[in-house]
Protein backbone atom coordinates (compact mmCIF):
# COMPACT_ATOMS: atom_id res chain seq x y z
CA UNK A 1 0.00 0.00 0.00
CA UNK A 2 1.19 3.74 -0.77
CA UNK A 3 0.86 6.24 1.86
CA UNK A 4 1.97 8.50 -0.41
CA UNK A 5 -1.12 9.74 -2.98
CA UNK A 6 -3.27 10.75 0.30
CA UNK A 7 -1.70 12.58 3.13
CA UNK A 8 -2.50 15.60 4.89
CA UNK A 9 -0.55 18.27 3.90
CA UNK A 10 -1.89 21.01 5.84
CA UNK A 11 -1.93 22.42 9.45
CA UNK A 12 -3.85 21.02 12.08
CA UNK A 13 -4.18 24.79 13.21
CA UNK A 14 -6.74 26.83 11.48
CA UNK A 15 -4.84 29.69 12.23
CA UNK A 16 -1.40 28.51 10.55
CA UNK A 17 0.21 31.40 9.22
CA UNK A 18 1.46 31.72 5.31
CA UNK A 19 4.80 30.22 6.21
CA UNK A 20 4.01 27.48 8.14
CA UNK A 21 1.75 26.54 4.94
CA UNK A 22 4.04 27.39 2.79
CA UNK A 23 6.61 24.64 4.65
CA UNK A 24 4.20 21.93 4.93
CA UNK A 25 3.50 22.13 1.86
CA UNK A 26 7.08 21.64 0.60
CA UNK A 27 7.43 18.77 2.71
CA UNK A 28 4.28 17.16 0.94
CA UNK A 29 5.35 17.54 -2.66
CA UNK A 30 8.35 15.92 -1.70
CA UNK A 31 6.83 13.22 0.44
CA UNK A 32 7.16 9.42 -1.06
CA UNK A 33 9.94 10.66 -3.39
CA UNK A 34 12.47 12.36 -1.53
CA UNK A 35 13.52 12.46 2.26
CA UNK A 36 14.85 15.77 3.65
CA UNK A 37 17.95 15.27 5.76
CA UNK A 38 18.74 16.62 9.11
CA UNK A 39 21.27 16.66 12.25
CA UNK A 40 20.92 17.87 15.29
CA UNK A 41 22.72 20.15 17.05
CA UNK A 42 25.02 19.53 19.90
CA UNK A 43 23.12 21.52 22.09
CA UNK A 44 24.91 21.36 25.85
CA UNK A 45 28.49 22.23 23.73
CA UNK A 46 28.05 25.36 21.80
CA UNK A 47 31.82 25.06 20.38
CA UNK A 48 30.64 21.95 19.06
CA UNK A 49 29.34 23.23 15.01
CA UNK A 50 27.67 19.78 14.08
CA UNK A 51 26.36 21.04 10.49
CA UNK A 52 29.95 21.96 9.61
CA UNK A 53 30.84 18.57 10.87
CA UNK A 54 28.36 17.44 7.93
CA UNK A 55 29.67 19.42 5.48
CA UNK A 56 33.34 18.52 5.93
CA UNK A 57 32.51 15.19 5.70
CA UNK A 58 30.20 15.18 2.30
CA UNK A 59 30.51 18.71 0.92
CA UNK A 60 26.66 19.33 1.34
CA UNK A 61 24.75 20.84 4.27
CA UNK A 62 21.90 19.16 5.48
CA UNK A 63 18.33 20.94 4.63
CA UNK A 64 16.96 20.62 8.21
CA UNK A 65 18.46 21.05 11.48
CA UNK A 66 17.57 20.09 15.20
CA UNK A 67 18.00 22.70 17.81
CA UNK A 68 16.63 22.06 21.52
CA UNK A 69 15.52 24.29 24.45
CA UNK A 70 16.71 22.23 26.68
CA UNK A 71 18.49 24.83 28.92
CA UNK A 72 16.74 27.88 28.18
CA UNK A 73 15.06 27.21 32.19
CA UNK A 74 18.26 26.90 33.74
CA UNK A 75 21.45 29.22 34.05
CA UNK A 76 24.00 27.54 33.25
CA UNK A 77 25.75 25.32 30.86
CA UNK A 78 25.70 26.11 26.93
CA UNK A 79 22.64 25.88 24.37
CA UNK A 80 20.94 29.93 25.19
CA UNK A 81 21.67 30.93 21.75
CA UNK A 82 19.03 28.35 19.96
CA UNK A 83 16.88 30.65 19.00
CA UNK A 84 20.23 32.60 17.49
CA UNK A 85 21.32 29.68 15.71
CA UNK A 86 17.91 28.80 14.29
CA UNK A 87 17.57 32.34 12.58
CA UNK A 88 20.91 32.22 11.25
CA UNK A 89 20.34 28.67 10.01
CA UNK A 90 16.91 29.39 8.07
CA UNK A 91 18.39 32.54 6.40
CA UNK A 92 20.86 30.44 5.29
CA UNK A 93 18.08 28.54 3.50
CA UNK A 94 17.34 25.47 5.68
CA UNK A 95 14.66 24.10 7.49
CA UNK A 96 14.07 24.89 11.49
CA UNK A 97 12.80 21.99 13.78
CA UNK A 98 12.72 22.24 17.95
CA UNK A 99 12.48 19.86 20.69
CA UNK A 100 12.18 20.47 24.47
CA UNK A 101 14.65 17.96 26.93
CA UNK A 102 11.98 19.99 29.92
CA UNK A 103 13.83 20.07 33.09
CA UNK A 104 11.30 20.58 36.10
CA UNK A 105 12.01 20.06 39.63
CA UNK A 106 10.02 17.02 41.67
CA UNK A 107 8.58 16.92 45.14
CA UNK A 108 12.41 14.74 45.66
CA UNK A 109 14.25 18.58 44.68
CA UNK A 110 15.73 17.11 41.50
CA UNK A 111 16.21 19.66 38.66
CA UNK A 112 15.82 17.30 35.56
CA UNK A 113 13.69 15.99 32.34
CA UNK A 114 14.06 12.38 33.14
CA UNK A 115 12.85 10.30 35.65
CA UNK A 116 14.08 9.16 38.98
CA UNK A 117 14.65 5.67 40.00
CA UNK A 118 15.99 4.17 42.75
CA UNK A 119 16.23 0.32 42.16
CA UNK A 120 19.26 -1.35 42.48
CA UNK A 121 19.50 -1.52 38.64
CA UNK A 122 19.28 2.21 38.69
CA UNK A 123 22.27 4.34 37.22
CA UNK A 124 23.45 7.25 39.24
CA UNK A 125 22.05 9.92 36.63
CA UNK A 126 18.59 7.74 37.48
CA UNK A 127 19.03 8.31 40.76
CA UNK A 128 19.15 12.29 40.24
CA UNK A 129 16.03 11.91 38.06
CA UNK A 130 13.16 14.51 38.86
CA UNK A 131 9.90 13.02 40.44
CA UNK A 132 7.54 15.35 39.08
CA UNK A 133 4.15 14.53 37.83
CA UNK A 134 1.66 15.62 35.70
CA UNK A 135 -0.94 17.47 37.89
CA UNK A 136 -3.91 16.48 36.02
CA UNK A 137 -6.61 13.70 37.65
CA UNK A 138 -7.95 11.81 34.94
CA UNK A 139 -10.74 10.89 36.64
CA UNK A 140 -11.73 13.95 37.01
CA UNK A 141 -10.35 15.46 34.31
CA UNK A 142 -9.55 18.30 35.97
CA UNK A 143 -5.96 20.04 36.44
CA UNK A 144 -5.05 20.99 40.05
CA UNK A 145 -4.38 24.69 39.29
CA UNK A 146 -3.36 25.45 42.41
CA UNK A 147 0.16 23.13 42.40
CA UNK A 148 3.43 24.57 42.23
CA UNK A 149 3.61 22.04 39.37
CA UNK A 150 1.05 23.16 37.39
CA UNK A 151 2.44 26.74 38.47
CA UNK A 152 6.29 25.35 37.11
CA UNK A 153 4.02 24.05 33.70
CA UNK A 154 2.90 27.83 32.73
CA UNK A 155 6.60 29.42 33.84
CA UNK A 156 8.25 26.50 31.41
CA UNK A 157 5.61 27.46 28.47
CA UNK A 158 6.29 31.24 29.10
CA UNK A 159 9.52 31.17 28.69
CA UNK A 160 9.72 29.04 25.33
CA UNK A 161 6.61 30.50 23.76
CA UNK A 162 8.49 33.47 23.99
CA UNK A 163 11.66 32.67 22.05
CA UNK A 164 8.97 30.44 19.67
CA UNK A 165 7.87 34.08 19.45
CA UNK A 166 10.72 35.55 18.46
CA UNK A 167 10.64 33.12 14.88
CA UNK A 168 7.33 33.76 14.03
CA UNK A 169 8.27 37.87 14.08
CA UNK A 170 10.51 36.32 11.84
CA UNK A 171 8.67 34.91 9.86
CA UNK A 172 10.26 31.51 10.72
CA UNK A 173 8.14 28.36 10.27
CA UNK A 174 9.46 25.44 13.11
CA UNK A 175 8.69 22.32 13.08
CA UNK A 176 7.77 21.83 17.18
CA UNK A 177 8.67 18.45 18.58
CA UNK A 178 7.68 18.76 22.19
CA UNK A 179 7.15 16.23 24.88
CA UNK A 180 8.83 13.16 22.44
CA UNK A 181 9.20 9.81 23.75
CA UNK A 182 6.81 9.35 25.91
CA UNK A 183 5.87 5.60 25.60
CA UNK A 184 9.53 5.11 27.21
CA UNK A 185 8.37 7.17 30.64
CA UNK A 186 12.15 7.80 30.74
CA UNK A 187 10.98 12.07 30.58
CA UNK A 188 8.60 12.78 33.05
CA UNK A 189 5.90 14.29 30.53
CA UNK A 190 5.51 10.26 29.48
CA UNK A 191 5.69 9.01 33.42
CA UNK A 192 2.70 10.29 34.46
CA UNK A 193 0.64 8.00 32.02
CA UNK A 194 -1.05 8.49 28.44
CA UNK A 195 -4.00 10.53 29.98
CA UNK A 196 -1.90 12.81 31.80
CA UNK A 197 0.64 13.30 28.71
CA UNK A 198 -2.50 14.03 26.11
CA UNK A 199 -3.74 16.48 28.73
CA UNK A 200 -0.54 18.15 28.71
CA UNK A 201 -0.36 18.14 24.66
CA UNK A 202 -3.68 19.69 24.54
CA UNK A 203 -2.74 22.31 27.41
CA UNK A 204 0.39 23.04 25.31
CA UNK A 205 -1.09 23.30 21.73
CA UNK A 206 -4.12 25.57 22.89
CA UNK A 207 -1.79 27.64 25.23
CA UNK A 208 0.88 28.37 22.54
CA UNK A 209 -1.82 28.96 19.43
CA UNK A 210 -4.80 30.54 21.34
CA UNK A 211 -3.15 32.66 24.12
CA UNK A 212 0.79 33.53 22.32
CA UNK A 213 -0.87 33.23 18.81
CA UNK A 214 2.02 31.00 17.63
CA UNK A 215 1.28 30.22 13.82
CA UNK A 216 4.25 29.37 12.82
CA UNK A 217 4.24 26.03 14.58
CA UNK A 218 3.97 22.65 12.66
CA UNK A 219 3.69 20.09 15.88
CA UNK A 220 5.43 16.94 15.21
CA UNK A 221 4.62 14.38 17.52
CA UNK A 222 6.35 10.74 18.46
CA UNK A 223 4.86 9.67 21.68
CA UNK A 224 6.13 5.88 20.12
CA UNK A 225 2.77 3.93 20.83
CA UNK A 226 -0.94 5.16 20.04
CA UNK A 227 -2.37 5.13 23.61
CA UNK A 228 0.02 8.68 23.85
CA UNK A 229 -1.75 9.95 20.61
CA UNK A 230 -3.33 13.23 21.47
CA UNK A 231 -5.59 13.17 17.91
CA UNK A 232 -4.96 14.21 14.31
CA UNK A 233 -6.72 17.88 15.55
CA UNK A 234 -3.28 18.32 17.20
CA UNK A 235 -0.74 16.65 15.32
CA UNK A 236 0.92 17.86 11.94
CA UNK A 237 3.96 15.17 11.35
CA UNK A 238 3.99 11.17 13.28
CA UNK A 239 7.36 10.68 13.77
CA UNK A 240 9.88 7.54 14.87
CA UNK A 241 12.90 7.55 17.15
CA UNK A 242 15.05 4.53 15.93
CA UNK A 243 18.23 3.47 17.45
CA UNK A 244 19.11 0.42 15.59
CA UNK A 245 22.42 -1.64 15.76
CA UNK A 246 25.37 0.39 14.13
CA UNK A 247 25.84 0.32 10.31
CA UNK A 248 22.54 -1.05 10.14
CA UNK A 249 21.25 0.76 7.04
CA UNK A 250 17.64 -0.92 6.32
CA UNK A 251 14.49 1.29 5.83
CA UNK A 252 13.06 0.86 8.60
CA UNK A 253 9.68 -0.36 6.78
CA UNK A 254 8.17 -1.60 9.70
CA UNK A 255 8.66 1.26 12.15
CA UNK A 256 7.46 3.08 9.42
CA UNK A 257 3.92 1.33 8.92
CA UNK A 258 3.65 1.58 12.89
CA UNK A 259 4.02 5.39 12.68
CA UNK A 260 1.50 5.65 9.95
CA UNK A 261 -1.25 4.14 12.47
CA UNK A 262 -0.50 5.75 15.28
CA UNK A 263 -2.53 8.18 14.26
CA UNK A 264 -6.60 8.32 13.45
CA UNK A 265 -6.20 6.46 9.77
CA UNK A 266 -7.33 4.57 8.56
CA UNK A 267 -10.69 6.96 9.59
CA UNK A 268 -8.74 9.98 7.95
CA UNK A 269 -6.24 10.53 5.44
CA UNK A 270 -2.58 9.59 7.25
CA UNK A 271 -0.37 11.97 8.37
CA UNK A 272 3.59 12.34 6.72
CA UNK A 273 5.48 10.41 8.99
CA UNK A 274 9.45 11.33 10.06
CA UNK A 275 12.26 9.51 11.08
CA UNK A 276 12.44 12.54 14.09
CA UNK A 277 15.59 11.09 15.49
CA UNK A 278 18.03 8.15 14.60
CA UNK A 279 22.01 6.62 15.16
CA UNK A 280 22.19 4.84 11.66
CA UNK A 281 20.65 6.80 8.79
CA UNK A 282 18.44 4.66 6.75
CA UNK A 283 19.80 4.07 3.11
CA UNK A 284 17.60 6.38 0.41
CA UNK A 285 17.43 3.58 -2.40
CA UNK A 286 16.25 0.70 0.29
CA UNK A 287 13.78 3.46 1.70
CA UNK A 288 12.72 4.36 -1.94
CA UNK A 289 12.47 0.46 -2.90
CA UNK A 290 10.41 -0.62 0.32
CA UNK A 291 8.03 2.20 0.20
CA UNK A 292 9.47 3.92 3.48
CA UNK A 293 9.96 7.09 2.01
CA UNK A 294 10.22 9.22 5.90
CA UNK A 295 9.46 12.97 5.33
CA UNK A 296 13.06 13.50 6.56
CA UNK A 297 15.76 12.05 8.65
CA UNK A 298 17.23 13.34 12.01
CA UNK A 299 20.50 12.02 13.00
CA UNK A 300 21.63 12.70 16.51
CA UNK A 301 24.73 14.69 17.44
CA UNK A 302 28.20 13.57 18.86
CA UNK A 303 29.38 13.35 22.64
CA UNK A 304 33.03 14.93 22.15
CA UNK A 305 34.08 17.65 20.78
CA UNK A 306 36.89 15.54 19.30
CA UNK A 307 36.39 16.00 15.49
CA UNK A 308 36.31 12.46 13.81
CA UNK A 309 36.45 10.10 16.16
CA UNK A 310 35.15 6.79 15.97
CA UNK A 311 33.49 5.78 19.05
CA UNK A 312 29.85 4.65 20.58
CA UNK A 313 27.77 7.99 21.17
CA UNK A 314 28.92 10.28 18.51
CA UNK A 315 26.01 9.50 15.95
CA UNK A 316 27.52 11.34 13.06
CA UNK A 317 31.52 11.63 13.65
CA UNK A 318 33.53 8.30 13.30
CA UNK A 319 32.42 5.22 11.68
CA UNK A 320 30.96 3.80 14.75
CA UNK A 321 27.24 4.36 13.95
CA UNK A 322 27.53 5.39 9.91
CA UNK A 323 30.65 4.16 7.88
CA UNK A 324 32.13 7.30 5.96
CA UNK A 325 30.91 6.09 2.15
CA UNK A 326 27.52 5.67 3.89
CA UNK A 327 27.15 9.18 5.03
CA UNK A 328 28.88 10.70 1.75
CA UNK A 329 25.96 8.19 -0.15
CA UNK A 330 23.31 9.77 1.94
CA UNK A 331 24.28 13.05 0.51
CA UNK A 332 25.16 12.31 -2.75
CA UNK A 333 21.76 10.49 -3.25
CA UNK A 334 18.93 11.46 -5.96
CA UNK A 335 16.68 10.75 -3.49
CA UNK A 336 17.91 13.16 -0.22
CA UNK A 337 17.22 16.65 -0.17
CA UNK A 338 20.45 18.88 1.22
CA UNK A 339 20.57 22.45 1.67
Not at 135 to 147: A, H, L, N
Request: with cysteine; charged share 20%; net charge negative.
Amino acid sequence: MSYFTNFVNTPSNPNANRAAKKLMSKIGKSYGSKIISGQMDLTWNDSVDMANRIYKDTGKFPKLMGFDFMNYTRNDGDGHFQTEEAIAWHRAGGYVQFCWHWYVTGPNGNNAFYTYSNNEYSSESAKRGTDFKIPYDEISGQWDTFSDEYKQLFKGLDIVAKELKKLQDLNIPVLWRPLHEASGKWFWWGNSGPAAFIALWHLMYHYFTDIYGLNNLLWVWNGQAKEFYPGDDFVDFIGQDIYDLPRNYSSQYEKFVEAVNFGDFPQTAPKMVALTENGTIPSPELCKNDGAMWAWFMTWNDVTNEDHVTREGNFWTGEFYNENNHKKAVYSSPYVITR
